[in-house]
């Protein structure tokens, strides 16, 4: 426990890690929150930022029947990439509405989900580096855009190409703590 808190009460600790010139790592450690209330308004303070108001597309690796992203409209495709099946949602402009539902959705938390913003071009080669991220290589590709997702444990939130620093990333995280 930390002084001043009681029991019961949500505790969250977070770094947050530059791990080479395009990815910030921001992970958190979370006691007491069954339902990851504190994690998702983390995740959704730095991330609307980022893309409230601005055009995104979606890949979700490895997608099932009821995946987050059968339900929404406009542009989709499905491919086999590496062996492994993405469905790509296109064009989709994120509200607030649209960012909640994509945090809270099991794909996104288990790290299935990707957030790609500024980029519908390559696509595919993100498809790919993800197949290379998830068979334990390095994850080190050099795409245009940004790329937000989280670790399989979906405790680590993972921002490539943010624009942001390490500093103003940290600047979030200090206010839930």
């Known amino acids: 426990m930390y002084p001043g808190k009681t029991p019961g009460?949500?505790?969250?600790?977070?770094?947050?890690n530059q791990m080479n010139d395009h990815l910030i790592e921001v992970n958190t450690v979370v006691s007491n929150d069954a339902n990851f209330s504190q994690q998702l308004q983390l995740y959704y303070s730095i991330l609307s930022e980022k893309l409230l108001n601005k055009e995104i597309s979606l890949i979700t690796l490895?997608?099932?029947a009821y995946s987050f992203g059968y339900e929404l409209q406009g542009d989709k495709e499905i491919k086999k990439i590496g062996?492994?099946?993405?469905?790509?949602?296109m064009n989709l402009t994120c509200n607030q509405e649209l960012?909640?539902?994509?945090?809270?959705?099991?794909?996104f938390r288990r790290g299935l989900l990707f957030i790609v913003q500024g980029q519908n071009k390559e696509l595919d080669e993100i498809a790919?580096?993800?197949?290379?991220?998830?068979?334990?290589?390095?994850?080190?590709?050099n795409v245009e855009g940004r790329l937000y997702f989280t670790k399989k444990d979906?405790?680590?939130?993972c921002l490539?190409?943010?624009?942001?620093?390490?500093e103003e990333i940290s600047v979030f995280t200090r206010s839930f703590q």
Request: without cysteine.
């Open 9 to 16: 009460e949500l505790e969250m600790n977070t770094s947050v």
């Open 62 to 64: 490895q997608p099932l």
């Open 83 to 89: 062996g492994k099946n993405f469905l790509f949602n």
């Open 99 to 107: 960012l909640f539902e994509i945090l809270q959705s099991e794909e």
């Open 128 to 141: 790919v580096v993800i197949v290379q991220y998830y068979k334990e290589v390095k994850l080190d590709f």
């Open 154 to 157: 979906g405790n680590t939130l």
């Open 160 to 166: 490539y190409n943010t624009m942001s620093t390490k």
